[in-house]
């Protein structure tokens, strides 16, 4: 079969080894036989060499394209999350994502009670997703009363407590702690400094 007009010309085989001496009988070659057995072996290194050239071309073409596919995808990545932080800096202004103040104080709620934080998307009010807690141990708000913490791992929890007057934070510190989604940089945040996703199959 013959390759296409375009393809690239077949890459050169390796060349062949020397025949391989013992190093016990490397001590009873004299010096002379020492040197040839050396010669021989740095001349089949440099063919080795030169027959790679090809192979070392080809493989840097292929890490080159990878790259500018890997840049794309980026490209897409960023502008994809630029549109995320838009979209949730204007439902946030709107009212269509309700801050988490609204979330935990509000008659409507906003998902199930025993919904998971881990599962109650939530983003900065200037875009950016975010999940609760630290990242090392996410899915959990911590409440205070002004002496005693309470950490609720659900939305229902964390509803509870706020009504009962517990304010998110510790004492002392305000507030609620969130990272990044998919890092390990961590704030805390007012909570009307994040704004939660609706869920779709809350009832009532």
Do not use: C
Not at 52 to 61: A, D, F, I, T
Not at 86 to 110: N, W
């Amino acid at each position: 079969m013959t390759p296409p007009a375009d393809s690239p010309p077949p890459l050169p085989e390796l060349p062949a080894l020397p025949d391989r001496v013992d190093p016990e009988a490397l001590r009873d070659l004299d010096d002379a036989a020492l040197d040839g057995v050396l010669t021989a072996v740095r001349a089949a290194e440099r063919e080795t060499v030169a027959a790679m050239s090809p192979w070392s071309r080809q493989l840097k073409e292929l890490q080159t394209r990878a790259a500018e596919v890997a840049t794309e995808q980026r490209r897409r990545e960023r502008a994809a999350h630029i549109a995320q932080r838009k979209a949730v800096r204007e439902q946030a202004s709107s009212g269509e994502m309700p801050t988490l103040e609204a979330a935990l104080s509000e008659a409507t709620a906003v998902a199930e009670p025993d919904t998971p934080l881990t599962a109650l998307r939530a983003f900065l009010a200037t875009g950016g997703e975010v999940g609760f807690g630290f990242a090392s141990r996410p899915g959990s708000i911590g409440f205070t009363d002004g002496r005693r913490q309470q950490a609720a791992t659900t939305y229902g929890e964390a509803r509870r407590l706020w009504a009962e007057g517990w304010e998110p934070g510790a004492p002392g510190v305000p507030g609620v702690r969130v990272h990044l989604a998919g890092t390990r940089v961590e704030r805390v945040v007012p909570v009307d400094g994040v704004v939660v996703e609706r869920s779709r199959t809350v009832t009532g």
